[in-house]
């Protein structure tokens, strides 16, 4: 009777093992995302412009940036960004210079879910909108008023485009996207310059970005 007992008990351990595993059996591999070839990158830019709500313009004639990407990654989080340098100095209104000094690391980060679109975008395989966060940066110039610096932080929003097939094409465009509550946020003024400096700003750029290991990234959500 007792042999009995412990092999009715035996089996119903192993009928609980197999109840409590069936569930993750039946649910599947988790969505994620993933990015064909992962690890460092570089991107680098032409014209970049950074506007205030009022309107004044700085622009940067070329730009850089560099980081890593990890793959397959839940999201939505897909890359930091590590690196970040605008060429000096930057115009701006009236003739004035500036120079930006980026404070990193910044997050890249696609929109979960819905993020990306097979197909779309400039090269036919597969646009990801979503966006960057964690900005940091300190603008260093002198306006028709005076010297200023301030702080530019926040996030903005952006989308990768894929490259053709075994490309080096990928493009990252750096805009505002429709209706979206995505600002910079300008603070820490200093110096009678910044009389003529906004409060929000807006920024936007395009970059070409190639992996270390050659060719564009490839990303993709399934």
Do not use: E, H
């Not at 351990?13 to 649910?27: Q, R, Y």
């Not at 210079?97 to 690391?105: D, E, G, Y």
């Not at 926040?154 to 490309?167: H, I, K, L």
């Amino acid at each position: 009777m007792l042999k009995k007992t412990r092999m009715l008990a035996a089996v119903g351990a192993a009928a609980a093992a197999v109840a409590l595993a069936t569930p993750s059996a039946i649910a599947g591999p988790t969505a994620a995302w993933t990015i064909a070839p992962a690890g460092a990158f570089t991107g680098t830019a032409g014209v970049t412009t950074l506007t205030d709500n009022v309107g004044n313009v700085i622009q940067c004639a070329t730009a850089s940036a560099s980081g890593t990407a990890s793959s397959p990654v839940a999201g939505p989080v897909l890359a930091q960004i590590t690196g970040a340098s605008f060429n000096a100095p930057c115009t701006g209104p009236f003739g004035s210079t500036w120079t930006v000094t980026a404070t990193t690391p910044w997050t890249l980060n696609g929109n979960t879910p819905g993020g990306y679109a097979a197909g779309g975008g400039t090269n036919g395989t597969g646009k990801t909108t979503g966006w960057i966060g964690g900005i940091s940066a300190t603008v260093t110039g002198s306006s028709v008023l005076g010297p200023c610096t301030f702080k530019v932080t926040g996030t903005v929003d952006g989308a990768y485009n894929n490259p053709s097939a075994g490309g080096a094409n990928g493009t990252l465009a750096v805009a505002p996207a429709a209706t979206s509550p995505r600002l910079l946020t300008i603070g820490s003024k200093v110096g009678g310059g910044c009389g003529i400096v906004g409060a929000t700003a807006t920024f936007k750029g395009t970059y070409n970005v190639v992996a270390a290991v050659g060719g564009s990234p490839v990303i993709s959500y399934s």
